[in-house]
């Protein structure tokens, strides 16, 4: 794990809580995005803990260069949960986004999700992104205005998947892990990855939870 922030009482306060899990190993720090970018690069963690707001280049940006190179997943931690901010990282690509005031178990455990392959929105982000889809605004992450709950028989993003993924983008849209897709659908969990990947590639999409947010765009969540 690389640990992005500019205050650096902040990353010490992380590591501290992190190097404690006996699953987790912090292998490096950046106190700005060129820094985050440069380490992702040279020590290829499984996963980038990052903030939004630092010198120079931003998290977002940095965020867009990790996943487009395809370096780590990337759990924005923030204390900002402003839509601009959210809407900004899931463009860019992130995993997840909780909030610093999340409790310490809270962030363990969404840092052992991204790392396996799951994707984390905090709950406050959850809700106001849920009320935007039943309001028929238009999805964060989305580009051309399309609304959520149109028929998904002619939605040419979907015109690739197979039925079997197009049940695993409706369970994406709906939040379910790996393990509870695996659950839904009675396949294994490693099958169930297997069709998220492939979900994904079909999808042009880097996360989860750009999968999902084209699901709940589509009508299929």
């Known amino acids: 794990m690389l640990l992005a922030d500019d205050h650096a009482a902040i990353r010490a306060g ?5 190097d404690a899990a006996e699953d987790v190993d912090v292998v490096g720090e950046a106190a700005d995005g060129t820094v985050a970018v440069a380490n992702a690069r040279a020590l290829r963690p499984d996963v980038v803990l990052m ?3 630092m010198p120079g280049v931003d998290g977002i ?17 923030t204390t900002f949960d402003l839509d601009e901010y959210v809407d900004g990282a899931l463009r860019a690509g992130a995993a997840g986004f909780l909030l610093k005031s999340a ?5 363990l455990e969404a840092v052992r999700r991204v790392a396996d392959g799951d994707g984390v929105l905090a709950p406050e982000v959850t809700r ?4 935007a ?41 709906r939040g379910l892990s790996n393990q509870g897709i695996a659950a839904e659908l009675f396949i294994t969990e490693a099958t169930a990855k297997t069709h998220v990947s ?24």
């Open 133 to 173: 889809f039943a309001s028929g605004g238009v999805a964060p992450g989305t580009d051309d205005g399309a609304r959520p709950g149109e028929p998904t028989e002619d939605d040419p993003r979907l015109a690739d998947l197979t039925p079997r993924e197009v049940d695993v983008l409706a369970a994406l849209g």
């Open 198 to 221: 492939r979900v994904l590639a079909k999808l042009g999409v880097a996360t989860r939870m750009q999968a999902a947010i084209v699901a709940r765009d589509a009508g299929l969540a």
């Open 103 to 107: 409790e310490p178990a809270a962030l």
């Open 14 to 18: 992380l590591r501290l809580l992190l």
């Open 61 to 77: 940006e940095a965020t867009r260069t990790i996943t487009a190179e395809g370096l780590a997943d990337v759990l924005v931690l």
């Open 51 to 53: 903030d939004l707001r």
């Open 128 to 131: 106001r992104l849920l009320a």
